[in-house]
């Protein structure tokens, strides 16, 4: 059974910076991808960041490029979302969430994804 765990979450002023992890397990081989999602209150999920695993190459969102990073730790299997220069349009719950094995996705919508973590909380105050 896979399960993704996401920590990290919290609330910091404007122009600050947390680190999101998300430590999955469960997997036999590493999915395609896996990737960032939030959703603020009223709105639609969005994803944010992507990565894929074969290369990790990167993908972001325009909302967030130039801000955020996505990386994965191999060896820890780990997927980390660093975000700088935080602004207040960045609160909302952030999710971690990876398609099943041997599946292809994008990882930047979420009816491309079949694990979800429970999501952390990200509060940024201007």
């Known amino acids: 059974q896979v399960q993704l765990v996401e920590s990290g979450g919290g609330s910091v002023q404007a122009g600050g910076s947390l680190r999101l992890s998300c430590v999955a397990s469960?997997?036999?081989?590493?999915?395609?991808?896996m990737g960032w999602f939030r959703q603020a209150p009223g709105k639609e999920r969005e994803g944010v960041a992507a990565?894929?695993?074969?290369?990790?190459?990167?993908y972001y969102s325009d909302s967030v490029k130039g801000r955020f990073t996505i990386s994965l730790d191999d060896a820890k299997n780990t997927l980390y979302l660093q975000m700088n220069s935080l602004k207040p349009e960045d609160t909302a719950m952030y999710y971690c969430?990876?398609?099943?094995?041997?599946?292809?996705?994008?990882?930047?919508?979420?009816?491309?994804?079949?694990?979800w973590g429970k999501g952390t909380l990200v509060t940024i105050s201007s």
């Open positions: 969430a990876a398609p099943r094995q041997n599946y292809y996705s994008t990882c930047r919508k979420s009816d491309g994804m079949d694990y």
């Open positions: 469960g997997y036999t081989s590493n999915p395609n991808c």
């Open positions: 990565l894929y695993t074969v290369d990790h190459s990167t």
